[in-house]
């Protein structure tokens, strides 16, 4: 009889976990924020607490489970560089700026485990240099950059978003270029999912050429402002002939003093829209949190598969890298490539 009761009660326990009408089940991950937290004159700190904080996602208030303050977890670091012929003249200046940044971030103090990629990107999207922490190595790989074709802008944040994806700890994209897009197989909606499903922080330099907007490119200019913004980053315009040097030490400046803030969605309504806005809030008066405004659940697009080509000049052979591009809604997968 004790036997019989036990199996009972496990057969009624299975056909309650059964879907029933109006019932669904949901897994519900962490979701991670990075945020620097900067004062009214734009220095950021590193002395808050838990309790500094509230978080809300789509409007619900929401129970902070992982606070990591000043995290001294791994970072990764993309770094893109536009290597089309409207930015040649600049580009000498922009690769011994960001050799230095390189140096800075790497040198004395910085993690063992952080790591640093080179990309350039054109009329097609080169990673230069694998993820590494040899200095030697990121140096000759952003010095051996040159200028040809187009400008596959948004194929390049996607490629680096994908090869972030899998690292462990922090990860940030720091792309310099005009924000000029001419070549690129992804759309700027499918680039910015990609970073966010990465967990990205994306750091824009917009090498503006001219102060007037006559001849500039401020479609472009805007929607790398929104991506930085969307990601928790900056966006810096950087007119010909000015220092570079101080937007790479700000950058290096927030990611020393970053929080980390971890939450399970809870509470959030249910819709046909995966994308929900997270509201990042700091108590203190006077200070503002830069963090990512939103994050994906659900199911992600079915993956369109291509490739796109990869030469390393670490004395490795060349390769290529497998992009998945996400179809567009409500239409089927088809082969996408990019030169």
């Known amino acids: 009889m004790f036997r019989l009761s036990i199996f009972a009660a496990c057969l009624l326990a299975c056909l309650c976990a059964q879907e029933q009408p109006g019932r669904f089940n949901v897994e519900v991950k962490l979701v991670t924020v990075l945020a620097t937290v900067k004062n009214n004159q734009g220095v950021p700190t590193g002395d808050l607490e838990r309790e ?6 789509a409007g619900v208030p929401q129970k902070i489970a992982v606070f990591e303050r000043q995290t001294d977890r791994p970072l990764s670091v993309a770094l893109l560089f536009d290597a089309s012929p409207s930015v ?9 700026a960001a050799v230095r940044f390189i140096r800075s971030l790497l040198g004395s103090g910085a993690n063992p485990a952080d790591r640093i990629a080179v990309y350039k990107f054109s009329d097609f999207v080169d990673e230069v240099q694998g993820f590494t922490n040899s200095v030697q190595r990121l140096e000759r790989a952003a010095l051996s950059i040159r200028t040809h074709g187009g400008t596959s802008l948004y194929d390049a944040l ?9 690292r462990e700890g922090r990860k940030v994209i720091v792309v310099i ?24 922080v994306v750091y824009s330099i917009i090498v503006v050429p001219i102060t007037n907007d006559a001849g500039r490119n401020l ?3 805007n929607a790398l402002k929104t991506m930085s913004a969307a990601t928790g980053g900056l966006a810096f315009l950087q007119h010909a002939g000015q220092d570079l040097d101080s ?13 980390l803030i971890g939450f399970y ?13 997270i509201e990042l809030k700091v108590k203190r008066p006077g200070m503002k949190a830069l963090a990512r405004t939103g ?7 079915e993956p369109v598969t291509s490739y796109a080509p990869a030469v390393v000049v670490d004395g490795s052979p060349p390769r290529e890298r497998k992009k998945e591009a996400p179809a567009a809604r409500g239409g089927k997968s088809s082969p996408r490539s990019i030169p």
């Not at 937007?247 to 929080?259: C, G, H, M, S, V």
């Not at 959030?268 to 994308?275: I, K």
Request: avoid cysteine.
């Open 158 to 166: 996607y490629l680096a978003a994908q090869g972030l994806q899998n």
């Open 247 to 259: 937007n790479f030490r700000q950058i290096e400046r927030d990611l020393r003093l970053q929080y």
């Open 265 to 277: 969605p809870q509470g959030v309504p249910a819709g046909p829209d995966r994308f929900h806005r």
């Open 88 to 96: 040649a003249k600049e580009l000498r200046f922009e690769q011994e």
């Open 295 to 301: 994050y994906f659940s659900g199911p992600e697009e």
């Open 52 to 57: 500094d904080f509230t978080l809300l996602a």
């Open 219 to 221: 479609g472009g200019e």
């Open 177 to 200: 270029t005009d924000g000029d897009d001419t070549t690129s197989d992804i759309k700027f909606s499918q680039a910015l999912e990609a970073v966010q499903l990465a967990d990205a």
